[in-house]
């Protein structure tokens, strides 16, 4: 059974535009998040996290939104850039620190110039 | 500033050989360490993890094992490769927040 969700595997977007990507959990447990970048042949690089105390959280182009009512968060990217263009994992954790974070599928975006 | 790498990069190995895959972290002491692989369609799945030299969790029951010799030391291992083991494989640390730093990737390809 999946906990993290990423519903859409992919995902295009005009370059200058807003790029929008979902994430879902079951896990009511689950209590901060995190999402993740990853360019092909290459590790996953972090990008932004929320605690559940918060609703959002902003660094530059980049705002993570978080429901936990409705179990769902969503990375925004604005504006989109093609070196944006890239796989989005979606992460989760019981707590700040905990040893195992459950990974979504990913997105994989691709900004179009 | 911490630094992480393994090696390496690409292996083509045939059934039934074994495997050894290393990792190393700088720049920090006491890691929290981990490998995690990347199959097609399955995003990232957690294999092992480790707080300490010698301390191991296994989360996916399978044919590879990890040791841990040296503080900021990973190692993956099979005896005998299946099929099923290619992927990308994955190290990393983490941070006390939770925050994992993910290596270059190794692309093992079993045929």
């Known amino acids: 059974d999946q906990q993290v969700k990423q519903n859409s595997p992919s995902l295009s977007v005009q370059e200058g535009r807003i790029s929008i990507l979902n994430c879902d959990y079951t896990?009511?447990?689950?209590?901060?998040f995190l999402w993740y970048k990853k360019y092909p042949a290459e590790g996953p690089t972090f990008l932004i996290s929320?605690?559940?105390?918060?609703d959002k959280n902003e660094d530059g182009r980049f705002t993570v939104f978080l429901n936990k009512s409705a179990k769902h968060l969503s990375l925004h990217i604005v504006p989109s850039q093609p070196g944006d263009s890239a796989v989005y994992f979606c992460?989760?954790?019981?707590?700040?620190?905990?040893?195992?974070?459950?990974f979504g599928k990913g997105t994989k975006l691709s900004v179009i110039p | 500033s911490q630094t992480i790498h393994q090696w390496p990069a690409t292996l083509v190995q045939p059934v039934g050989s074994p495997l050894s895959l290393e990792c190393t972290v700088e720049?920090?002491?006491?890691?929290?360490l981990y490998w995690y692989r990347q199959a097609a369609g399955r995003g990232l799945q957690l294999l092992f993890y480790?707080?300490?030299?010698?301390?191991i969790s296994s989360e996916v029951p399978q044919n590879l094992s990890a040791s841990r010799p040296q503080d900021r030391q990973f190692i993956l291992s099979s005896k005998k490769l299946l099929l099923s083991d290619s992927g990308f494989y994955l190290c990393?640390?983490?941070?006390?927040?939770?925050?994992?730093?993910f290596g270059e990737g190794s692309r093992l390809t079993v045929l």
């Open positions: 990393a640390w983490d941070r006390e927040t939770g925050e994992l730093f």
């Open positions: 720049g920090t002491s006491n890691p929290n």
């Open positions: 896990n009511s447990m689950f209590d901060y």
């Open positions: 992460a989760a954790a019981e707590g700040a620190g905990s040893y195992q974070l459950t």
């Open positions: 929320i605690s559940s105390i918060k």
């Open positions: 480790s707080v300490g030299i010698g301390q």
